[in-house]
């Protein structure tokens, strides 16, 4: 698929089969969020966790249910497969963990459109997970690590189809 077909296709899919995908597809996903821009090529700053756990993603799921006071969400939207990023932070570079994270997780978006698949960023379950010590060990992050963002990646129930036209949704001003 080429690039500008990718990035019009892409959208955050929240309908997922419960059908995994194959350790191919993830290898290369996870290998495009690598080749994402990271400051100062820190690369060892980030860190990736993929889970495809169902009673982890049970876990997280029930802990943002509490969190946001919602018994019916449902954060992961059925996806099989969610990947978080975390990073260290940098008090010189405030939160360039998460810029960093952001960049990697749209790589990994594009690819998984590239492959078909539905992803989508994930932030609000993070704020509950990250506030519950006991949850945040089971990503089993290295020691000064912290989740910035997320993406559930999987089969999505309707197929991705639409090419949406390229529109100017944010505001620009161009300075000549
Ligand atoms: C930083 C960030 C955080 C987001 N967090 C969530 C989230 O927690 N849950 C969710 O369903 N979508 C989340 N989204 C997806 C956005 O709602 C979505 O990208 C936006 O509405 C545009 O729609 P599109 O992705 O289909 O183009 C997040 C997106 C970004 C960039």
Same mark, same amino acid.
């Given at each position: 698929?080429?690039?500008?077909?990718?990035?019009?296709?892409?959208?955050?899919?929240?309908?997922?089969?419960?059908?995994?995908?194959?350790?191919?597809?993830?290898?290369?996903?996870?290998?495009?969020?690598?080749?994402?821009?990271?400051?100062?090529?820190?690369?060892?700053?980030?860190?990736?966790?993929?889970?495809?756990?169902?009673?982890?993603?049970e876990?997280?799921t029930n802990e943002a249910r509490k969190t946001f006071k919602n018994p019916n969400m449902n954060p992961?939207?059925?996806?099989?497969?969610?990947?978080?990023?975390?990073?260290?932070?940098?008090?010189?570079?405030?939160?360039?963990?998460?810029?960093?994270?952001?960049?990697?997780?749209?790589?990994?978006?594009?690819?998984?459109?590239?492959?078909? +698949?539905?992803?989508?960023?994930?932030?609000?379950?993070?704020? *509950? !997970?990250?506030?519950? @010590? $006991?949850? %945040?060990? =089971?990503?089993? +992050?290295?020691?000064?690590?912290?989740?910035?963002?997320?993406? *559930? !990646?999987?089969?999505? @129930? $309707?197929? %991705?189809? =639409?090419?949406?036209?390229?529109?100017?949704?944010?505001?620009?001003?161009?300075?000549?």
């Amino acid at each position: 698929m080429e690039l500008m077909k990718a990035i019009a296709m892409r959208k955050s899919t929240r309908s997922y089969k419960p059908e995994q995908i194959s350790d191919e597809s993830l290898d290369i996903i996870l290998k495009a969020g690598c080749a994402a821009p990271v400051g100062m090529g820190a690369y060892n700053s980030m860190h990736m966790t993929v889970i495809q756990n169902s009673d982890l993603l049970e876990k997280f799921t029930n802990e943002a249910r509490k969190t946001f006071k919602n018994p019916n969400m449902n954060p992961f939207y059925g996806a099989p497969t969610l990947v978080v990023v975390s990073g260290k932070q940098n008090e010189k570079a405030p939160a360039v963990e998460v810029a960093n994270a952001a960049c990697i997780v749209e790589n990994m978006a594009l690819a998984a459109t590239d492959f078909g +698949l539905g992803s989508v960023y994930l932030l609000g379950f993070l704020f *509950a !997970i990250s506030a519950n @010590t $006991e949850l %945040l060990k =089971k990503l089993n +992050l290295p020691d000064g690590f912290v989740p910035a963002a997320a993406l *559930a !990646i999987g089969y999505p @129930t $309707e197929p %991705l189809t =639409k090419v949406k036209e390229l529109k100017q949704t944010i505001e620009v001003n161009v300075i000549k």
